[in-house]
């Protein structure tokens, strides 16, 4: 069975900084693309930034040139560095991993900005 397992997340000051970190387990193969997405209250679900396994990016116009994404293909692993963080950050991020037509969520880690 193929477990997500997000940490990292946290209440910081607005200008402040966290890193995520997601690490998969239960599977022997790697993700072609691996993901962060953020759901705000009141809100849909929304791509924050994906990577792919031989690292090409994309990120959501909102955060670019303060989140960045990176990956460990061997350890299975991608990370969020968010640095400069504004209150309308604030939601739970989830991490995504896919594989052809394999589509896996973690649980959540609930990120809180504070101004």
């Known amino acids: 069975q193929v477990l997500l397992v997000e940490s990292g997340g946290g209440l910081v000051q607005a200008g402040g900084s966290l890193r995520l970190s997601c690490a998969a387990s239960g599977i022997i193969f790697s993700f072609n693309v691996m993901g962060w997405y953020r759901q705000a209250p009141g809100k849909q679900r929304e791509l924050v930034a994906t990577?792919?396994?031989?690292?090409?990016?994309n990120y959501a116009d909102s955060v670019k040139g303060r989140f960045t994404i990176s990956r460990d293909n061997a350890k299975n692993t991608v990370y969020l560095q968010m640095d400069s963080l504004k209150p309308e950050d604030t939601a739970v991020y989830y991490c995504n991993a896919k594989r052809s037509i394999a589509n896996f969520w973690g649980q959540g880690t609930q990120v809180t900005i504070s101004s």
């Open positions: 990577i792919t396994d031989v690292g090409s990016t």
